[in-house]
């Protein structure tokens, strides 16, 4: 859906209603997806879906409703129901008034060509992978995919933004009989894609995978990939940096403003303006979106605030806010990870005994005000010794604290990744040399 058509379905909404107040947000997501598995293309998807989302306000009473079809009777029906729902409820007094417009950045997130290659495009890049894999006696499974996303929120304070991005991605495993390897990457500009590069790593894991070796649980040095790293931040960024949970004081920083939380080495910022990210000029709330500095030099700088958690707080909102009524607080999504000096190969040259690992999964929280999590290795952790790959390892369930997993870290890389194709960001990060890592158990998965 373009903007001409989203705004023209904001104004008739909005003129629609009774309500005092009210606002309107449309998702409008295509997706292209090429599914490949045991050396053959599967599936071919293509995947259209605007949804609309309908807020009426009758003083602190709100009420909202979505669907998925947009022609007018379904419209009507959206705003009719909104009205009713915000008419039985009971009064919100934290509710604030519905934003005007801003002044917002310009993002560069869209790239045409992105949205439009379709499936014969798709279809060659995977041709390449299972070719490859063939010529090395692998069996491969994977998925190629592109797509746009367009947003746009308008209300009757006057607010109408739109915002669009692109993304291309692909997720390789190559397998043998008992190994694998994985490689993805993506990029908002499809033919900054390095497929060749994403194969050859997924190979070249796979074969180094073969009859991997069992080791004792226990504390290890690990040299965690990018994937890996970003997994670790996706937790931080819910349970340690969310405003709200800081207001609350359940987040595992509450009260460390200032104070050393985590290894020098570590700066987290929030930039959505980063070259690498692909994220928002604003939030949903329609306030614009600032970079935020979270850690520096690991001191524990502050969270990320919508408006109602940063009046609570005495904070400014940062621009990261959920639609209203929201419970969950402000997200940091386009997290990135100042690197350091050194290159994986260099990491890995300097370390005397420890594991590398390529991407968890399986990764939940046991503890959330202490940030434990538990997940498990995956398609790739090596055994490294004496500053060199000795061997592979099976996988490993890993029990950690993410704040005391950063304080441990000993090495930051140079090499930025954005590891995540989340709509509106994701993380760029380097790989982290961490000392004393918990692998509680061994898995047979």
């Known amino acids: 859906m373009k903007a001409k058509a989203m705004q023209a379905i904001c104004k008739k909404m909005l003129k629609w209603t009774s309500a005092p107040t009210a606002e309107v947000r449309i998702h409008s997501f295509r997706q292209g997806l090429t599914r490949f598995a045991d050396n053959s293309i599967t599936q071919n998807v293509q995947e259209l879906t605007d949804g609309v989302t309908f807020t009426a306000r009758f003083g602190n009473r709100i009420g909202s409703a979505s669907s998925t079809s947009v022609d007018d009777a379904s419209l009507k029906r959206v705003v009719s129901e909104a009205e009713r729902v915000a008419r039985a409820v009971n009064p919100d007094k934290d509710l604030l008034p519905f934003l005007g417009m801003k002044k917002y950045k310009k993002m560069l997130g869209f790239v045409r060509k992105t949205a439009d290659t379709g499936p014969d495009f798709r279809a060659r890049q995977v041709g390449k992978v299972i070719k490859a894999a063939k010529a090395k006696r692998l069996t491969t499974a994977g998925i190629y995919s592109n797509s746009v996303a367009r947003i746009a929120i308008a209300n009757t304070a006057g607010l109408f933004v739109t915002h669009a991005n692109s993304n291309a991605s692909t997720s390789i495993t190559m397998m043998t009989k008992d190994s694998a390897g994985w490689a993805s990457d993506g990029h908002r500009d499809i033919d900054k894609i390095p497929i060749k590069n994403v194969i050859d790593t997924a190979i070249d894991k796979a074969l180094k995978s073969h009859k991997p070796k069992a080791i004792k649980p226990g504390k290890y040095t690990v040299i965690l990939e990018p994937d890996a790293v970003s997994n670790l931040l996706l937790f931080l960024a819910w349970g340690g940096l969310n405003g709200l949970a800081l207001y609350e004081k359940r987040s595992c920083f509450s009260g460390m403003q200032n104070k050393l939380v985590v290894n020098p080495k570590i700066t987290l910022t929030d930039d959505a303006y980063h070259p690498l990210q692909n994220g928002m000029p604003f939030d949903w709330e329609g306030m614009p979106r ?156």
């Open 290 to 445: 600032q970079a935020v500095t979270l850690i520096e030099k690991g001191r524990f700088i502050d969270g990320v605030y919508d408006r109602g958690t940063a009046k609570k707080a005495k904070k400014k909102p940062t621009g990261h806010g959920q639609p209203q009524p929201n419970t969950w607080g402000a997200f940091p999504g386009n997290m990135v990870v100042e690197p350091g000096d050194a290159t994986l190969d260099e990491m890995i040259a300097s370390l005397d005994r420890g594991i590398l690992v390529t991407q968890f999964h399986y990764t939940n929280i046991i503890n959330p005000k202490k940030l434990d999590i538990t997940g498990m290795t995956r398609s790739g952790t090596f055994w490294v010794e004496k500053g060199k790959i000795k061997y592979p390892i099976k996988n490993m369930r890993f029990t950690q604290g993410v704040p005391l997993a950063l304080r441990n870290v000993r090495m930051v890389g140079k090499d930025l990744k954005n590891a995540s194709s989340l709509f509106g960001g994701g993380f760029v990060v380097p790989p982290l040399m961490i000392k004393d890592f918990t692998f509680s158990s061994g898995t047979d998965f």
